[in-house]
């Protein structure tokens, strides 16, 4: 470190330290300067596509629970109905109605 | 074909075995009669476009003789007002609507009048066995609103026939005749006086024990399919296209029509981006309550109503 900073302290012509230059030399690279463009990018398309699903996921939430949530609780009561009414039937001793299709 | 059932044994047991072999010739002098030419795409309509509504609804029927029974109605929920801006104004609205209606065999009369002063009627008359004669009118306060209509239905062995008379010198004829005992096709023309308009329309519909598919063209611009399927007893699937070629609008939708014992559900998707369901629920003997919902994706309107029908 103490060489370093000798190093540093060597260069009096207005050139910046060794630690500096190779600093500003990794962020002025092209690979980096690429890097950052993409992560934008890679943001900004995260963002969007979340959002996108976001809204197909309502549209879908709600179409579902319209279509198809009444209908499985009526298939549910119809079973219900259909069990009590065999139970009925077995109980009862009377001859099993033929199950409606 | 006549010649064929004579020769039909008089035993049982061969009479089994050429049974199917008589239902496969078609006695093409015994077609069954057709269905009614306005009524062509009734499954698809009955399944697929149930009375959604906005609000509450609370029906009352009460019967005062075999023939005879009187109707009250309450409605109260927004309406919408059609207007030029793309958002639709919905105004809420309460009305009581009274109604009387008279079955018999032969004739039957139907009246309605809301508060909003508006006045509804109909009524069906067998003239004939074969001849029937079909009025309805509308009269509203506004002027030039009101319009009335009279059919003359003639029924024939195998076809129907109709002649329409409507108030704005409206002229219109349709005919539809069975085929073959599954395919009836039918055509009707029309001419509107009042818009200097007329136009000519086919149907055709296919009838089978399990499905029904109806296709219908007119000269307006529409054409519009539909295919019902009868997947069991309790459950029927159907699908609906319509387009029209003048102004390039494309509607497709598919529902469901479930009939258990204690409800009637049904449901459909649209290719607008609208999803519905409706469901009829019995609790009682003579209740039943209604709840409609639909959605609109697209221009993001949201519908939901409830109700209660109470008598036969």
Known sequence: MASQSRKGGKNRSGEEGVLARVTSTITQSSIVQRGKVVASDAAFVTKKLLKSTGKAAWIAGTTFLILVVPLIIEMDREQQMNELEMQQASLLGTPSVAPQK | ?312
Not at chain 2, 199 to 226: C, E, F, H, P, W
């Open chain 2, 1 to 312: 074909m006549a010649s064929h059932v004579g020769l039909v044994p008089p035993t049982p047991a061969p009479y089994k075995d050429n049974e199917p072999k008589a239902a496969e010739k078609i006695d093409y002098l015994n077609l069954p009669c057709p269905i009614p030419y306005e009524e062509i795409h009734r499954e698809a309509l009955m399944s697929l476009k149930p009375e959604l509504f906005e609000g509450m609804r609370f029906d009352f029927t009460k019967g005062l003789n075999q023939k005879f029974s009187l109707s009250h109605s309450v409605f109260m929920g927004p309406m919408e007002v059609p207007s030029q801006a793309t958002e639709t104004i919905k105004i809420p609205t309460a009305h009581y609507e009274f109604g009387a209606n008279f079955l018999d065999p032969k004739l039957m009369l139907f009246g309605r009048i809301l508060t909003d002063g508006r006045l509804n009627a109909r009524m069906k008359c067998d003239l004939t066995d074969n001849l029937s004669l079909k009025a309805n009118a509308q009269l509203t306060n506004e002027p030039h609103m009101s319009h009335g209509m009279v059919n003359f239905d003639y029924k024939g062995k195998d076809f129907r026939t109709q002649f329409q008379l409507g108030n704005g010198a409206l002229f219109g004829a349709s005919y539809i005749q069975s085929v073959t005992p599954h395919l009836s096709l039918g055509s009707e023309v029309f001419w509107a006086g009042q818009h200097r308009k007329s136009g000519i329309g086919l149907a055709a519909r296919y009838n089978n024990d399990k499905m029904v598919a109806t296709g219908q063209v007119a000269s307006t611009g529409m054409v519009a399919l539909s295919y019902v399927q009868k997947v069991s007893e309790k459950v029927s699937l159907a699908s609906d296209f319509m387009y029209n070629y003048m102004s390039r609008d494309v509607t497709a939708s598919f529902g469901y029509d479930y009939i258990l014992r204690q409800c009637r559900l049904r449901g459909k998707i649209d290719s607008n981006g609208c999803t519905a369901a409706f469901l009829e629920e019995r609790l009682n003997m003579g209740l039943n309550f209604i709840l409609s919902a639909e959605i609109d994706h697209w221009k993001k309107d949201y519908k939901f109503g409830f109700g209660l029908t109470v008598g036969e």
